[in-house]
């Protein structure tokens, strides 16, 4: 028998190091099949421990005492269970926003981020900030960080679900502190034609969307992370992945200033056919598809010609 330490308390065994808990959840990650187990169990121990991952390397040697453990196993069940990663940590970076994520609305990907970029190439031969309308805001990822760059003066987004346009909203009380894009942005229910939502008349120098482009027979075959956790409004685009995207391209000069522009992030498969779609409407001129970083086409757009 051990003898008690002095006072009459045996010592009760001291917990693992944070370090230690990183090392675990990476084997159960690796063992579960995941891809990059080591950033994965970096990013949930750290969300579980309320950390950012640069603080939990930092303290490493800590004891992570029962009930943060607790937690900790709390967010490797969800995972394992197929939940995204940025649902367990309840936020994700676009650009230089930190948006709420969870199952309100699409997770944004990086490619939308070079959607971005073109655009602001483009703003860059304008003199002043534009209004935009963002068709499928979601999360409002790609209408809040137009307004916090500065490519946007005034941002219009539209989405048929009213789930999304709340998280749209939370993410736009959160962004006050940079810039006034609580103002900045007016969010609408529209219905699947879109444009009704819109009065006659009202028009913009950008409109820009990340439609639902996934063919209904792929959406069957999706990740089931994708598939079963992210709203199936925000990917089915139907059987030829093209519904929303018609929609847009339709409709979009009526409601394109002149020299206006029509940004789209497409599928790779689709890029002959949008290309087509745009080059059919009279109005909208200098058609092209562009590439994103991997060389794949990505990304649609078209100007709406100057009169006379």
Not at 242 to 256: E, N, P, Y
Not at 275 to 285: F, V, Y
């Amino acid at each position: 028998m051990i003898d008690p330490p002095p006072g009459g308390h045996a010592r009760r065994p001291a917990g693992p190091t944070r370090r230690e808990i990183v090392q675990g959840v990476r084997r159960e990650l690796e063992l579960a099949g995941l891809e990059s187990p080591r950033v994965e169990a970096e990013r949930l121990v750290a969300a579980a421990l309320s950390l950012s991952v640069g603080e939990l390397g930092l303290s490493g040697g800590e004891r992570v005492d029962p009930g943060a453990a607790a937690a900790v196993a709390r967010a490797i069940s969800r995972r394992l269970e197929g939940q995204p990663l940025q649902h367990i940590e309840g936020t994700v970076d676009f650009r230089r926003v930190r948006l709420v994520s969870d199952g309100r609305a699409l997770i944004p990907r990086p490619e939308t981020e070079q959607l971005l970029d073109l655009v602001a190439a483009w703003r860059r031969d304008r003199d002043a900030p534009v209004d935009a309308l963002d068709v499928g805001v979601g999360s409002g990822a790609i209408a809040l960080a137009l307004l916090d760059e500065g490519i946007a003066g005034r941002v219009v987004g539209l989405d048929v679900s009213e789930d999304a346009l709340d998280q749209a909203r939370e993410n736009a009380r959160r962004q006050t502190t940079r810039r006034q894009t609580a103002d900045d942005l007016e969010l609408r229910l529209c219905p699947p034609d879109i444009w009704p939502a819109l009065e006659p008349g009202e028009t913009f120098d950008l409109i820009i969307s990340n439609p639902p482009y996934v063919t209904t027979p792929e959406w069957a075959g999706l990740d089931p992370v994708v598939r079963d956790h992210e709203p199936r409004v925000a990917l089915d685009g139907g059987e030829d992945g093209l519904d929303v995207i018609r929609t847009v391209v339709s409709g979009a000069a009526a409601h394109l200033r002149e020299d206006g522009a029509l940004f789209l992030e497409i599928a790779t498969h689709q890029a002959p056919a949008v290309l087509a779609l745009l080059e059919a409407e009279p109005i909208l001129t200098d058609s092209r598809v562009r590439t994103d970083l991997a060389a794949r086409p990505r990304f649609a757009s078209a100007r709406k010609a100057i009169s006379g």
